[in-house]
Nanobody, 124 residues
Framework: QVQLVESGGGLVQAGGSLRLSCAAS????????MGWFRQAPGKERAFVAA????????IYTDSVKGRFTISRDNAKNMVYLQMNSLKPEDTAVYYC?????????????????WGQGTQVTVSS
């Protein structure tokens, strides 16, 4: 089992940047594929980005490609989401998730462990 705690959310103007962090504790972090998801008010939880166990493979939803970067530091048990050129439509609660498998998934149902979420608000 793994526990996840997100941080780094906040209020930012359109065009600005934020870096979200997710600290993991428990079972060895390097055994998990990690993902970031987001949920806007009145909408379903949506995939944002994911990274494999080694950090060598990443995938992104189309709307954030070229603006967001997911990374991980297995020595520190951390995963990050660098968000640049933020837009009002990026406003949501962002969740970190862990999947005890080698393959990356964009489906939130494939992730077993979740953080509490961190709010990101982008003003126009």
């Amino acid at each position: 089992q793994v526990q996840l705690v997100e941080s780094g959310g906040g209020l930012v103007q359109a065009g600005g940047s934020l870096r979200l962090s997710c600290a993991a504790s428990g079972r060895p972090f390097s055994t998990y594929t990690m993902g970031w998801f987001r949920q806007a008010p009145g909408k379903e939880r949506a995939f944002v980005a994911a990274i494999d166990r080694s950090g060598g493979s990443t995938i992104y939803t189309d709307s954030v490609k070229g603006r967001f970067t997911i990374s991980r530091d297995n020595a520190k048990n951390m995963v990050y989401l660098q968000m640049n050129s933020l837009k009002p439509e990026d406003t949501a609660v962002y969740y970190c998730a862990a999947r005890p498998a080698a393959s990356i998934s964009i489906l939130y149902t494939r992730y077993d462990y979740w953080g509490q979420g961190t709010q990101v608000t982008v003003s126009s």
